[in-house]
């Protein structure tokens, strides 16, 4: 009996009219004064749910003339036939979508502002890319995922770079939250992994670093995505530039395109980088101090 309660629940009746409704099923010579004292429900509302389920096709009630309500017959109609008031609902709503369609282009019209609720900054030249590139994102405790391309020292200077990828382990746990950094499997991403871990033994201890080895996938932009921020920063061939944008949508998109391509790609280790082989700039650097 709780699962027919609980489906016919979600069919729409009321706690009222699933009682109603399963008497008139027992019996067929029922009226509302009799269907009040099987239910308990007073006989005011018994009228009102004997209404509500004829109209849905559930119950007839048939009336004699000159007689009053309280000789209203009820007889309750074959239950199969609630699976074609559901087909009919179906085929109303399929009608209703194509109507609501061609009417949501008027609607959308006073729903969607002139100004946009996400905000957009552009930062044009090197200038730019490189205040996108340094700038906070969001709260430490969002997680923050990064599509890195693994930006040359020499565009922002080897000083800032260093100090940027180069935080101790414990400035890094100090940020707390989830930091997950995404790249693509390169001998550039090689150089630049055995050398800023040459430069500290500790620089993956505290990272969730992942390299992808697909065929034909590159990052030509560093892109920071943090709650509902999106840093991008561009600094490749001819092209230099810097964009912050918020945007719940975007952000959304980017993450879950970021979670597919991480599940794809290698995790990197000290071991990893290890199998590499020696830096060569970083033994020259040493060379020259």
């Known amino acids: 009996m709780n699962l027919i309660n609980k489906i016919l629940t979600n069919f729409g009746l009321t706690k009222n009219e699933i009682k109603v409704y399963l008497e008139c099923l027992k019996e067929t010579d029922l009226g509302p004064y009799k269907l009040a004292n099987l239910t308990g429900i007073p006989r005011t509302t018994i009228y009102e749910v004997l209404t509500s ?6 119950v ?6 000159g007689f ?7 007889k309750a109609k074959n239950p199969t036939s609630i699976r074609e008031i559901i087909r009919n609902k179906k085929r109303k ?9 061609e009417v949501l282009p008027f609607l959308n019209n ?6 946009s609720n996400a905000n957009f900054q552009f930062f044009e030249g090197i200038a730019g890319a490189k205040k996108v590139y340094f700038s906070e994102v969001g709260t430490h405790e969002v997680p923050m995922y990064i599509f890195d391309n693994l930006m040359p020292m020499n565009v922002f200077g080897k000083e800032m770079i260093n100090k940027d990828v180069g935080l101790s382990t414990e400035d890094i746990l100090k940020r707390g939250g989830i930091v997950k950094e995404l790249g693509v499997m390169s001998e550039w991403a090689r150089h630049v992994l055995t050398y800023q ?9 505290a990272r969730d670093q992942r390299l992808l080895d697909i065929a034909g996938i590159e990052f030509n932009q560093r892109i920071v995505v943090q709650g509902n921020w999106i840093n991008i920063s561009c600094a490749k061939e001819e092209e230099a530039w810097g964009i912050k944008i918020n945007s719940e949508s975007l952000s959304k998109t980017m993450t879950s395109i970021f979670n597919v391509l991480w599940n794809l790609a290698k ?13 060569e700039f970083w033994e020259e650097e040493q060379k020259k101090k």
């Open 110 to 115: 006073d729903y969607f502002k002139e100004e």
């Open 197 to 205: 871990v040459a430069r500290d033994k500790n620089y993956l201890v």
């Open 93 to 101: 709503l399929a009608e209703l979508e194509v109507d609501i369609v």
């Open 53 to 58: 389920l004829s109209l849905r096709g559930l």
């Open 267 to 279: 995790p990197i280790t000290n071991e990893v980088v290890k199998s590499w082989g020696k830096n």
């Open 68 to 74: 009053t309500k309280q000789q209203t017959k009820v």
């Open 60 to 65: 007839e009630l048939e009336q004699s003339d």
